[in-house]
């Protein structure tokens, strides 16, 4: 028990000191969503770190809420919030953020980052972009075959943003969120590789995570784990040396790519609209 309690204390310590830094700014997968079979088809990339270097959400993460404790009832009031934005053009956005298949997810951050973001272009950032995200599905794995936690949208039986997902995810754990810990992976690392982004590049991982609220597949307790267990794969990554190389490659295209004035292919004006709708009111 003081063990557990112990576990739990680290954990709210560390999402107070993200949630301080702006990552948790507004209340705010089976194989599918961790984070994705169409990202983890069989000619992707293996991640950069080992099975013994993974994060162990086991150990890092608390339970998920139980049903009638006041977390749950925090998630149950912020899904009623994001659930209200069906159809519109947030929820629209969120479909398009629920596709994590190359080439296509690429772009997740090319408007963020004001450059294109493609394999012929940015090879090595893709590359990045590509190995990164098996990391962080990993990292996600143990928690959800443990807790086997239900989807919001299997608990009130009302549609989700991707219909044809549904089956899978019902088969699949909601927590923590396989896409919110690939999306943080990927925004604190292009933070790291375009610091003069970096408030745009955060305000979209924050974003991304908010489109599963909003898609009604996760609960908030959910994105905030995933965003943790994404902040442990960084840290992890930084002790990888082929990381390390690729993260400087990486770099460099993006300085090309703006000496270039590579420009997003992405409609940004019809993304920043529809990310302009607030998801969550408070915490």
């Known amino acids: 028990m003081l063990q557990r309690a112990g576990r739990k204390q680290r954990f709210k310590s560390i999402l107070v000191g993200a949630l301080a830094l702006g990552i948790g700014a507004c209340a705010s997968q089976s194989v599918h969503e961790n984070p994705m079979a169409p990202a983890a088809g069989s000619d992707a990339p293996a991640g950069y770190l080992a099975n013994s270097e993974i994060p162990d959400s086991l150990f890092l993460l608390p339970v998920p809420p139980a049903a009638g404790s006041a977390a749950f009832a925090q998630d149950e009031a912020v899904s009623v919030e994001a659930r209200a934005l069906r159809n519109s053009l947030r929820w629209q956005q969120a479909a398009e953020d629920a596709n994590m298949s190359f080439p296509r997810a690429a772009g997740t951050y090319a408007c963020a980052l004001n450059i294109d973001v493609n394999e012929k272009d940015t090879p090595r950032l893709y590359v990045l972009l590509r190995r990164t995200i098996q990391d962080a599905r990993r990292a996600t794995t143990a928690a959800k075959n443990k ?3 239900t989807r919001p949208f ?4 009302e549609p989700t943003c991707t219909p044809a997902d549904e089956a899978i995810l019902r088969t699949n754990g909601s927590y923590p969120s396989g896409h919110a810990a690939a999306g943080w992976t990927w925004a604190l690392i292009l933070a790291e590789l375009a610091p003069e982004r970096g408030d745009a590049i955060l305000a979209r991982g924050r974003s991304f995570g908010e489109s599963r609220l909003v898609c009604n597949v996760h609960w908030q307790s959910d994105v905030l784990a995933g965003r943790f267990m994404a902040t442990g794969v960084v840290t992890r990554l930084h002790a990888n040396d082929a990381f390390k190389a690729d993260m400087t490659a990486a ?3 993006i300085a090309a790519a703006r000496a270039r004035n590579l420009k997003p ?3 940004c004006a019809a993304e920043s609209a529809a990310l302009a709708t607030k ?5």
Do not use: I, P
């Open 147 to 149: 807790y086997a936690r």
């Open 154 to 157: 299997v608990t009130f039986n």
């Open 251 to 253: 770099k460099a295209e």
């Open 265 to 267: 292919t992405r409609d």
């Open 279 to 283: 998801v969550v009111s408070a915490m």
